[in-house]
């Protein structure tokens, strides 16, 4: 796994009543997290951040990734995006380079009455996990107080 091409790209959103709102994040293969969030909702501004993350961390990413098994999945039978938004996942590791596209998701109810439950799942609960780990990652990198 050390020193193969990676990227992973996760990107969810809608536009509404207050514009273009969205969440998205990226690992470059430089080992760089880029985070952005864009919600117009009371006038805010976007936030974005970006760090350098260590290869151990890199390696994470992609033990999380390849053990959902999530490039095994095809999305043809997910639900299609719809003005209630969508989501996109793109991942690239090694030679292997898969990208996914579909409605957002609201529960885990959605997914059981989707036409793929299964590979669904899949996405849902890996998404969930790159979340959490970007949202740990970005908190911790730019905590205001440090931990004693």
Known sequence: MAGEDFY???YTGHKGKFGHEFMEFEFNPGGRLRYANNSNYKNAVIIRKEVTISPAVVEEVKRIIEESEITKEDDNK?????????????????REHISFNCAKIGSLLEVQDS?????????????QDLKCFVF????????????P
């Open 8 to 10: 992973c790209r996760y």
């Open 136 to 147: 740990s990652l970005i908190g911790l990198h730019f905590k205001i107080k440090p931990i």
């Open 78 to 94: 997910w639900p299609e995006p719809d003005r209630v938004g969508r989501q996109e996942l793109e991942i690239k590791i090694g």
């Open 115 to 127: 036409a793929d439950p299964d590979g669904l799942r899949i996405f849902y609960y890996l998404v």
